[in-house]
């Protein structure tokens, strides 16, 4: 069965309210009651000790006894003095049955301690409230006062109260059931926004937002309900992101792929068929080579790409020294950079050294070289090593085509270069190269930056901690 959340809150704070206010009146009338009998008890007791006291004094005379019957009479008090054998003495002013006591009562009364029942019934022929007092002289019990009281006023004045209890309870109760009402429904709204805007997640709208506060535990939920949403709105962007670039990718690597295999198609049908001159077979199978190679590059910047992306790189540091690092560099795209009329420059500070893994810094240097002879024509790639501080600096600067400063973020992005290499790129490059530089730099806990300027020029820097951190 169903039970709404309001009902339930308000069943459960008038569950609390009437086993409190139950409780509360029980205990409230309880002590009205204790505290009515003990006035009249303490009311008889002292108009018994004043009589006493005038008993010792000797001032005890019919005008003495009348006094006390006036007041005592007026406020429907009876009393009686009675001997050491309970017998009630002269003049009576007592119209009650025979005064009759315990044993136990009449031990107490001699040993000086008075008896108090607050409403007794077994020896009056009603509820009273009744006292008697010992009369001690030199030790010796010789008598004592009989004081008694009818209860029903009392009584009436107690229901009185629970009556008044009542009402105020019954007051308090209608208005705590208003409140209750009022607060369970504001609480149920609320949580209501946050069912509605959950519904509204779970049929892929995404786009939601719940008010939300630090008062209670409701709005830190709402706080912690619109972080959520923003983060799956993060993720699904960044979902949507990947899945935009896993086509992109794609295509584009089916474009890369299909001019060499288209290429490689042709020759070896023109050498099946000989359709090819004998004076051109040998340039056909160079071209072959040379599109394989091109293949053989692409998946395996993929593969670098995807391993690094992964966390899959494991570099092994050392000492290296910057000068025969850059030379290196420097004999291995030698041919390449005069292919394009370019002069490739050392700048090397004496005694620069590197901690990198050897191979993977060989990778960085040289996707960022090919980077610059690709893009400069008959000019100057220049390569700069030098210690600064607690990091080597790296810097390869060229005198090309340059780029936009909104290009310059572009260039990390994998494939961003694709356009470019189909048309103008010999040697194989799939604009993969420089995604792959960042992730191995970062992986160096090194940084690389560029700056760049249109028909002027582009600089990389890169700086790699000098000691392992």
Same mark, same amino acid.
């Given at each position: 069965?169903?039970?709404?959340?309001?009902?339930?809150?308000?069943?459960?704070?008038?569950?609390?309210?009437?086993?409190?206010?139950?409780?509360?009146?029980?205990?409230?009338?309880?002590?009205?009651? &204790?505290?009515?009998?003990?006035?009249?008890? @303490?009311?008889?007791?002292?108009?018994?000790?004043?009589?006493?006291?005038?008993?010792?004094?000797?001032?005890?005379?019919?005008?003495?006894?009348? %006094?006390?019957?006036?007041?005592?009479?007026?406020?429907?008090?009876?009393?009686?003095?009675?001997?050491?054998?309970?017998?009630?003495?002269?003049?009576?002013?007592?119209?009650?049955? #025979?005064?009759?006591?315990?044993?136990?009562?009449?031990?107490?009364?001699?040993?000086?301690? #008075?008896?108090?029942?607050?409403? @007794?019934?077994?020896? *009056?022929?009603?509820?009273?409230?009744?006292?008697?007092?010992?009369?001690?002289?030199?030790?010796?019990? =010789?008598?004592?006062? !009989?004081?008694?009281?009818?209860?029903?006023?009392?009584?009436?004045?107690?229901?009185?109260? +629970? %009556?008044?209890?009542?009402?105020?309870?019954?007051?308090?109760?209608?208005?705590?059931?208003?409140?209750?009402?009022?607060?369970?429904? =504001?609480? =149920?709204?609320?949580?209501?926004?946050?069912?509605?805007?959950?519904?509204?997640?779970?049929?892929?709208?995404?786009?939601?937002?719940?008010?939300?506060?630090? *008062?209670?535990?409701?709005?830190?939920?709402?706080?912690?309900?619109?972080?959520?949403?923003?983060?799956?709105?993060?993720?699904?962007?960044?979902?949507?992101?990947?899945?935009?670039?896993?086509?992109?990718?794609?295509? &584009?690597?089916?474009?890369?792929?299909?001019?060499?295999?288209?290429?490689?198609?042709?020759?070896?049908?023109?050498?099946?068929?000989?359709?090819?001159?004998?004076?051109?077979?040998?340039?056909?199978?160079?071209?072959?080579?040379?599109?394989?190679?091109? !293949?053989?590059?692409?998946?395996?910047?993929?593969?670098?790409?995807?391993?690094?992306?992964?966390?899959?790189?494991?570099? +092994?540091?050392? $000492?290296?020294?910057?000068?025969?690092?850059?030379?290196?560099?420097?004999?291995?795209?030698?041919?390449?950079? @005069?292919?394009?009329? +370019?002069?490739?420059?050392?700048?090397?500070?004496?005694?620069?050294? $590197? *901690?990198? &893994?050897?191979?993977?810094?060989?990778?960085?240097?040289?996707?960022?070289?090919?980077?610059?002879?690709? *893009?400069?024509?008959?000019?100057?790639?220049?390569?700069?090593?030098?210690?600064?501080? +607690?990091?080597?600096?790296?810097?390869?600067? &060229?005198?090309?085509?340059?780029?936009? #400063?909104?290009?310059?973020?572009?260039?990390?992005?994998?494939?961003?270069?694709? @356009?470019?290499?189909?048309?103008?790129?010999?040697?194989?490059?799939?604009?993969?190269?420089?995604?792959?530089?960042?992730? $191995?730099?970062?992986?160096?806990?090194?940084?690389?930056?560029?700056?760049? %300027?249109?028909?002027?020029?582009?600089?990389?820097?890169?700086?790699?901690?000098?000691? %392992?951190?």
């Amino acid at each position: 069965m169903k039970v709404k959340y309001l009902y339930q809150q308000i069943v459960s704070h008038l569950g609390v309210l009437l086993v409190a206010f139950i409780v509360l009146s029980l205990l409230f009338s309880q002590y009205i009651e &204790d505290l009515v009998y003990q006035n009249k008890t @303490d009311e008889l007791i002292s108009y018994g000790e004043n009589i006493l006291l005038d008993l010792e004094r000797g001032n005890w005379s019919e005008q003495v006894i009348n %006094q006390y019957a006036n007041v005592l009479f007026g406020r429907d008090i009876q009393f009686s003095v009675f001997d050491e054998k309970i017998k009630l003495l002269n003049p009576i002013r007592w119209q009650g049955p #025979p005064l009759v006591l315990t044993e136990k009562e009449w031990r107490q009364l001699q040993a000086g301690a #008075p008896i108090v029942s607050k409403y @007794d019934l077994k020896r *009056f022929d009603q509820h009273v409230t009744f006292v008697a007092l010992p009369y001690i002289v030199q030790g010796n019990f =010789v008598g004592g006062i !009989l004081l008694t009281s009818p209860i029903e006023g009392t009584q009436e004045m107690i229901s009185k109260i +629970n %009556q008044y209890l009542l009402y105020a309870a019954l007051i308090a109760l209608g208005v705590s059931v208003l409140l209750s009402w009022l607060l369970s429904k =504001v609480h =149920v709204n609320r949580i209501k926004k946050i069912q509605e805007a959950t519904s509204m997640v779970s049929s892929g709208n995404y786009n939601v937002n719940v008010p939300s506060s630090s *008062f209670d535990e409701i709005g830190e939920l709402a706080q912690d309900f619109n972080k959520m949403v923003h983060k799956i709105n993060t993720s699904m962007e960044e979902i949507e992101s990947l899945e935009n670039r896993r086509r992109q990718f794609m295509a &584009d690597v089916s474009h890369e792929m299909r001019t060499p295999l288209t290429t490689i198609s042709g020759v070896i049908e023109g050498l099946r068929n000989d359709m090819i001159p004998e004076a051109e077979k040998e340039k056909g199978m160079n071209l072959v080579s040379k599109e394989t190679k091109r !293949l053989i590059r692409l998946v395996n910047e993929n593969l670098d790409f995807e391993k690094i992306r992964s966390n899959q790189v494991k570099l +092994n540091k050392e $000492l290296i020294e910057v000068e025969e690092l850059l030379e290196i560099i420097k004999e291995q795209l030698f041919l390449q950079a @005069d292919e394009k009329g +370019n002069r490739i420059h050392l700048e090397i500070e004496e005694g620069a050294t $590197l *901690f990198a &893994d050897y191979d993977r810094m060989l990778q960085i240097l040289i996707n960022i070289t090919k980077n610059s002879i690709q *893009f400069t024509n008959n000019g100057q790639v220049t390569l700069r090593g030098k210690v600064d501080g +607690n990091y080597t600096v790296i810097e390869i600067e &060229d005198t090309g085509i340059g780029m936009d #400063p909104e290009e310059i973020e572009k260039i990390w992005r994998r494939f961003y270069k694709a @356009d470019i290499s189909r048309t103008s790129n010999p040697y194989g490059a799939f604009g993969l190269g420089l995604s792959i530089v960042k992730q $191995l730099v970062e992986l160096h806990e090194g940084k690389i930056t560029v700056t760049s %300027q249109k028909d002027k020029g582009t600089k990389f820097f890169i700086k790699i901690p000098l000691e %392992q951190r």
